[in-house]
């Protein structure tokens, strides 16, 4: 079983419409949770992180955790054009009690269709 | 705050060589992060640097080696190059504390011929 499992997609969502990015992770001890935004070409941007059960929303974007099934998840309110990229879905993996390992998902890829 | 800095940001070597890429993290971050990102094994984990210690380390063979500076600048080396060894190297800041954020940099793409 792979430590963090995305759906690679792609998904393909009309301009406007929310995009459901999910995610589940295998260690139980994890604390941390991120997802990243990664356009063809650049390296990979930090858009939202999540570190308790329940939601966080930053503008159109709404972070979801849930320790108990082990799953993660990002909604992306009226998406745009320019919401096309590949999402990673990426959990710190703590080490020895202290240090930072991120494990990422395979991503998926998100395409939204004017 | 300025960003995430990486030299160079593209490089050819040959296989046999070695290389030495550079990140600098943003500033009063004092742990750095390096990751390979290949297509078919997507981005993983090299090792993790704080306070000039190597903090973690990932799967990879011993040819990949970093170090940091006393200003929190890190280097990695890749010695004895192979063709698997062509891909995108990130380097990744962070305060410090286990868990934080890590903001990454624009990446070394590495091309091994």
């Known amino acids: 079983q792979k430590e963090v499992e995305q759906n690679s997609g792609p998904l393909s969502v009309p301009e406007g419409a929310i995009a459901s990015l999910n995610c589940t992770y295998s260690d139980r001890g994890s604390q941390s949770f991120f997802w990243y935004r990664q356009y063809s070409g650049k390296s990979p941007e930090l858009i939202m992180s999540i570190y308790s059960n329940g939601d966080k929303e930053d503008g159109r974007f709404t972070a979801q955790l849930n320790k108990a099934s082990q799953y993660v998840s990002l909604l992306i309110r009226d998406s745009q054009p320019s919401d096309s990229a590949t999402y990673l879905c990426a959990v710190n993996i703590l080490l020895a009690q202290y240090g930072n390992k991120l494990v990422f998902g395979a991503g998926t890829i998100l395409r939204v269709k004017s | 705050k300025a960003g995430v800095t990486q030299t160079p940001r593209y490089l050819i070597k040959t296989r046999g060589q070695q290389v030495t890429l550079s990140c600098s993290p943003i500033s009063g971050h004092r742990s750095v992060s390096w990751y390979q990102q290949t297509p078919g094994q997507g981005l993983q984990f090299l090792f993790e640097?704080?306070?000039?210690?190597?903090?973690n380390k990932g799967n990879f063979p011993g040819r990949f080696s970093g170090r940091q500076f006393s200003n929190s600048r890190s280097e990695m080396n890749v010695s004895t190059l192979e063709l698997g060894d062509s891909a995108l190297y990130l380097c990744?800041?962070?305060?410090?504390?286990?868990?934080?954020?890590?903001?990454f940099g624009p990446g070394t793409r590495l091309t091994v011929t």
């Open positions: 990744a800041s962070s305060p410090g504390q286990a868990g934080y954020e890590q903001y």
């Open positions: 640097y704080f306070s000039e210690t190597q903090r």
